[in-house]
C-alpha cells in the first residue's frame, strides 16, 4: 500500500530559527512529490514541487529535497518567520495519475 | 489569474436539503478535482475531471453528484447528507491530468454543516 507520512505531527520552534520538515512514503517509484501549506479552515497553497528526476527544489526561504532511493523529502524553512505557522502537508503522485496521496501534514507554530 | 473560487465560503443544511456548491478557475485548466476535509485530517480525493468528463469517482455515496458544465466551472450538488458528511469541502484544477510538472491549484474551501 502506498501511504505517506509525516513526523512529528506538531512543531514549535522560536523566530529566527532554521527547521527542516520531515516527509516519507512507501514506494520509490513516485512521479512527483508536492509541499502544501494550510492555514487554519483554508485551502491549500502550493509551495513546491520536486519532479521523480530531480533533488531539489528552492523558493525564497524554502528548500525541498528528494530521496527516492530511501522514501524522504524534508522542506527546510530558513530564518522563521510567525507567518510561517501553518499545517505544511506533504503529498505524493506515484502514478503519473492524476491522485495525490497525502500525508497527514505537520502542524508548524513559529514563537515570536 | 493564479486563482480557484468556491462559493459559498459557508453552508449549514439539513439532512433533507438539495445545495450545491460552486467552483471556478479562469486559468484554462483542464483538470477539476473536488476534495473532502474533516478537522485534522488531510484532503481526500472524491472526483476528478478531465476535459469536462468524470475520470475518477472514489467509491463516493450517490448523495454526493458532481457536474462540469463547461472547462472553468465545477459544481457538486447535495442531497440527503448525513451528519458525518460536516466536512471543508476543496476544489482544485490543475493543466491536465498526469502533467510531470502541473501542481494543483485550490481554492479556499466551502464549510459544510449538516445538521
Known amino acids: 500500500k502506498q501511504e505517506v507520512t509525516q513526523i512529528p505531527a506538531a512543531l514549535s520552534v522560536p523566530e529566527g530559527e532554521n527547521l527542516v520538515l520531515n516527509c516519507s512514503f512507501t514506494d520509490s517509484a513516485i512521479y512527483n512529490l508536492q509541499w502544501f501549506r494550510q492555514d487554519p479552515g483554508k485551502g491549500l497553497t502550493s509551495l513546491l514541487l520536486?519532479?521523480?528526476?530531480?533533488r531539489e527544489q528552492t523558493s525564497g526561504r524554502l528548500n525541498a529535497s528528494l530521496d527516492k532511493s530511501s522514501g524522504r523529502s524534508t522542506l527546510y524553512i530558513a530564518a522563521s518567520q510567525p507567518g510561517d505557522s501553518a499545517t505544511y502537508l506533504c503529498a505524493v503522485n506515484f502514478g503519473g495519475n492524476e491522485k495525490l496521496t497525502f500525508g497527514t501534514g505537520t502542524r508548524l507554530t513559529i514563537i515570536p | 489569474d493564479t486563482e480557484v473560487t468556491q462559493t459559498p465560503k459557508h453552508l449549514v443544511m439539513g439532512m433533507t436539503n438539495k445545495k450545491s456548491l460552486k467552483c471556478e478557475q479562469h486559468m484554462g485548466h483542464r483538470a477539476m478535482y473536488w476534495y473532502k476535509q474533516k478537522a485534522k485530517k488531510p484532503p481526500e480525493l472524491m472526483f476528478v475531471y478531465s476535459y469536462e468528463k468524470l475520470s475518477i469517482n472514489e467509491s463516493v455515496p450517490s448523495r454526493f453528484s458532481p457536474e462540469c458544465p463547461n472547462s472553468s466551472l465545477l459544481n457538486l450538488h447535495l442531497h440527503a447528507l448525513q451528519p458525518e458528511d460536516s466536512a471543508l469541502y476543496l476544489c482544485a484544477s490543475s493543466p491536465q491530468l498526469g502533467g510531470l510538472t502541473d501542481t494543483q491549484y485550490f481554492g479556499p474551501g466551502t464549510r459544510l454543516t449538516v445538521l
Open positions: 520536486i519532479q521523480s528526476s530531480q
